[in-house]
T-cell receptor, first 114, second 113 residues
Framework: GQNIDQPTEMTATEGAIVQINCTYQ??????LFWYQQHAGEAPTFLSY????GLEEKGRFSSFLSRSKGYSYLLLKELQMKDSASYLC???????????????FGKGTKLSVKP | DTEVTQTPKHLVMGMTNKKSLKCEQH?????MYWYKQKAKKPPELMFV???????INESVPSRFSPECPNSSLLNLHLHALQPEDSALYLC????????????FGSGTRLTVV
């Protein structure tokens, strides 16, 4: 089966740096995604990792270690608008590798305070 | 066109009604998905279509009936729903192996009364 764990809630201060961790157990790993979701809205894509290492995109970076089943999302220079849920999602190959599926973790609710 | 379009954005229906949710993409993606999301919960996979054929049904009740008329369209037919089916229904699409990412629509907020 597939299992994805991330903290339920985190709080950080405006201008600071926060790291949101995600661990997973899955077969047929096909990549790991981070999505941001504001309340009542659809998830929006932040990052994608399929190889080990760090991917940087402006204020957001994401890291993956496949051997450890571990990823983190790093948010720098936090802004109030970054208050949202951050969803770790793992793509895995189904049906002998012929179909990719995306399964979400429970999400981490980040509150950014002044 | 890099969007997934869902209609309607909001829907209120009675338990005896029949309604349909629609999803459209023109990115050439051959995999399309329906997810259900309750408040403060992550999206849960309902159905996966691969090359217009249903490949995964995650034990969804038969009152939800998906349909994929062509490679750009995905429908979700609703009949005899229960109040607990009220949720945000998200459509997504991707290439078959999902390596280039999954694009989500803005969702349909469904309320069953």
């Amino acid at each position: 089966g597939q299992n994805i764990d991330q903290p339920t809630e985190m709080t950080a201060t405006e201008g600071a740096i926060v790291q949101i961790n995600c661990t997973y157990q899955t077969s047929g790993f096909n990549g790991l995604f981070w999505y941001q979701q504001h309340a009542g809205e659809a998830p929006t894509f932040l990052s994608y990792n399929v190889l080990d290492g760090l991917e940087e995109k402006g204020r957001f970076s994401s890291f993956l270690s496949r051997s450890k089943g571990y990823s983190y999302l790093l948010l720098k220079e936090l802004q109030m608008k970054d208050s949202a849920s951050y969803l770790c999602a793992v793509s895995f190959l189904n049906y002998g590798g012929s179909q990719g599926n995306l399964i979400f973790g429970k999400g981490t609710k980040l509150s950014v305070k002044p | 066109d890099t969007e997934v379009t869902q209609t309607p954005k909001h829907l209120v229906m009675g338990m005896t009604n029949k309604k349909s949710l629609k999803c459209e993409q023109h990115m050439g993606h051959r995999a399309m998905y329906w997810y259900k999301q309750k408040a403060k919960k992550p999206p849960e996979l309902m159905f996966v279509y691969s090359y217009e054929k249903l490949s995964i049904n995650e034990s969804v009740p038969s009152r939800f009936s998906p349909e994929c008329p062509n490679s750009s369209l995905l429908n979700l037919h609703l009949h005899a729903l229960q109040p607990e089916d009220s949720a945000l229904y998200l459509c997504a699409s991707s290439q078959i192996l999902g390596k280039d990412g999954y694009t989500f629509g803005s969702g349909t907020r469904l309320t069953v009364v």
